[in-house]
């Protein structure tokens, strides 16, 4: 086990600064002149013009300017925004929101598909599985840019059922229609994976067995099955992270949340080199930590994994 | 290993993290919120009055600092700060600061303060945004650093200089500004946020800016920060209750921070903003529905326009730029593309400015497919036209329709070349490349014909991308800021105004226009030129 959290740590490290360098790279090539980008429309004199390119050290060819900004963040410095912020507090301003808004939609999305996938595994064929398959088409067909819209829409503007924007400061109540949104980007997927995971499970020998031996169905199921179909969803949420901070970019926009989302926006849309790959770095780092902690779940969930 | 628990103690633990982040989050302020206009902005880029020349920017700093002069109806300027602003030969200008102003930290206001605050706007390593205003008074060019090799890797020589020669304290009330050639428009100029003071607070050595002013800066203005700048989230003031100058009616501001403009139009719809300055125009055709007469519209100074590389050979000849305007018919394309937000120009200045004249443009701004279409063929045009437009903003559906409309006009074909970003149509368009016409917009730093003629239609001006020179209309230009008189600097820039119909330089498209709403409980509400809410006028309803 230990050896296992070596080796996983040290495979992080060489992941997070290759993924750091070809976002820099990324960004460095979007790149052609972010001191426009920061005027806008109107002309910038030269003198600010030498003055920032100096200050940014934009002038330097690819490789120098990724070395000063590594440099800095072996020390812990993010560096500064082009627009003179610390790149270090806005990522600590615009984490805890995030956070809360993505978890918010994985316990929605991972509780809603568990049950209804269960369900619909148990009873195949039935009305609640055809209802379900429709359902999550339809969700699937729906792009996040079409439907975080037409939510706030909807519910926050014609119903007027929840609060059409959120904001940093706001209730889980607030949060609660963009974490639906962002939670429908996963669902579907979850749900499917989780019905034919359990379908499948109840058909194995143990579970034959199990009932053989006479235990409730609810045992049976709720225990035996469940636990063996978990797996597979499970390695489905870590990767969904993934697709639940790209999707952030769109709902935070939409419910004006000033989270990592709306920030990694900003800084393609202003050129902003240091401030995306400062995100992306914090994003990169969170997105490995939870697939190591999912890997250490199977352990939890089929005692037969053994980690050396 | 983990065993049976691990299962109950995650869901625990993150029932737990999700209870604490909701308990935390919900700090109501609601009292605030009651008292306070809240008005929608975006994210300023920066709150130091130099290096503010964005609207959100600007919008927030006016309810911190009180200007110099500032506009009535008629666009002429007023003094707000200073008691006179004279000058007997539009070269050395005097100006007199009212007594007893303070700034909110209860410094008095000095003569001492708007020089200090110039000086460190205007040099050159400080790379402020609106350093560019300050070029006209005299010693500018020795603030600038001279970098030996461009902008290349060598640090630049510091500049000569590091204060303007230009600026001098007569006494605390009392300072004078030396211009380096006269221009009549200078106290139309003083309105601008770049020109305001700055506290010593401000300033943690001489000539440094101490890195906390910008959180929450201290101004001379009718209102005081509340707190800090909460970025991407508010910006609060409150009303000074010692402040001299003319009171605002409400209590306070809340400025409120948006990233997206489809969301402030939900939050205006549900009555959580009071007002938004800028209706996007996706939600343009629902407005009058949702806000009823609460959806309104003013003129504003921004001027739309495509601009011909005169660089390229095709485009040398006035009578092909001629035809080609001609054959654009700017109604149809305000009505059906901006669902009137904005209206056709047949000008080259806004409407916003004094010496405008609706129709200077005349007959090639007029549309005649006809005529076009033979003027066009006699003049020897080229087979085919492109617009470039930068993809980034709102212009594909618009640059899209004008090609067709020259398209149907003219019988050559025309396409929409969408570039990334601006800058990389500047780049093109600066380097002389064959970059085709190119759309391009401009709204004025103050409301003076020079404002448009100056920085878009002289050889050396700063927005002059596409290489239009004529001498003449430089000096005409010229001749309108040397003149005696405002009145006489208007005939001047208009008679280079008429120039530029004969020479049709750019196809004057469409003047902008403020589209904007407002909740229920606000009244009073007025969107300037600038695009900006006037804050002494604008009231809410107090729920008792």
Redesign the interface.
Known sequence: MFRYLVRRLLQMILTFVGATFIVYALTFANA??PI??????????K?????????YH???PFLVQYWYYLKGLLTGDFGTSL???RISA?IE??W??T??LA??SI?IAATVAIVAGVISGVRRGSIFDNSTLALTLLVLALPIVVLA?LA??IF??KL?WF???A??????YALLLPALVLGSLVFATELRVTRSSVAENLRADYVRTARAKGLSRRRVIGVHVLRNSLIPVITLIGVDIGTLMSGAIVT?????I?GVG??L??GI?T?DGPLVVGFVSVLVLVFLVVNLLVD??Y??LD?RIRYE | ???KS??KMAVAA?AI??LA??CS???SEDADYTNSAIIGIL?P??LVPSNT??VSGTQVLESLFYPLVSFDAQNQPVERAAQSITSPDNKVWTVKLKKDFTFSNDEPVTADNYINAWNYAAY??????G??FFERIAGYADL??R?PD????E??AAPKASALTGLRKIDDLTFTITLSAPFAGWKSVLAYNVFYPLPKAAFSAPGVISEGY?DAPIGNGPFKMKGSW????QIQVVRRDNFKGDKPKVAGIIWK????Q???Y??L??G?VDVQTTIPVESLSSASGDLGDRFKKSPNSAFQFVGFPTFQKEFQNPDVRKAISMAVNREEMTKQIFLDSQTPATAFVSPAVNGYRPNSCGVACKYDPGKARTLYKSAGGPPSLTISYNA?GPHKAWVDAMCNQIRASLGVNCTGIGE?????L??KAENKQPVGMLR???VMDYPLMESYLG?LYTTTG??NFWGYNNSTFDDLVKAGDAAKTPADSIKKWQQAEDILAKDMPVIPLRFGQNVYGYSERTSNVTVDLFGEVDIYKIEIAVDK
């Open positions: 052609d002149d426009q980008a920061l005027a806008g429309e109107r002309p910038v004199t003198a600010v013009r030498e003055t920032l390119t100096e200050r934009l002038n330097d627009t003179g912020r806005m301003q615009a805890p929101v956070i809360k978890l918010l316990v819209p706030q829409l926050g503007i007027g609060p059409p924007t904001g940093r400061n706001a209730s889980l935070e926009g939409v419910f004006n000033p709306f920030n926006l900003r849309r050129e250490l779940l352990a939890a005692p | 290993m983990l065993g691990p299962w993150t993290v999700l982040s909701g989050g919900s700090g994210e880029e920066h020349t964005e050159g390593p400080n790379a402020q945004l350093a560019y600038q650093a970098d461009g902008a290349g890797p640090k630049p910008e909460e970025h991407d989230t921070i948006y990233q997206d489809q969301s402030e939900a939050d719809v549900a959580n980034d990334p970003k601006f800058s990389n500047l780049a391009l917009g401009w920085p700063s927005a």
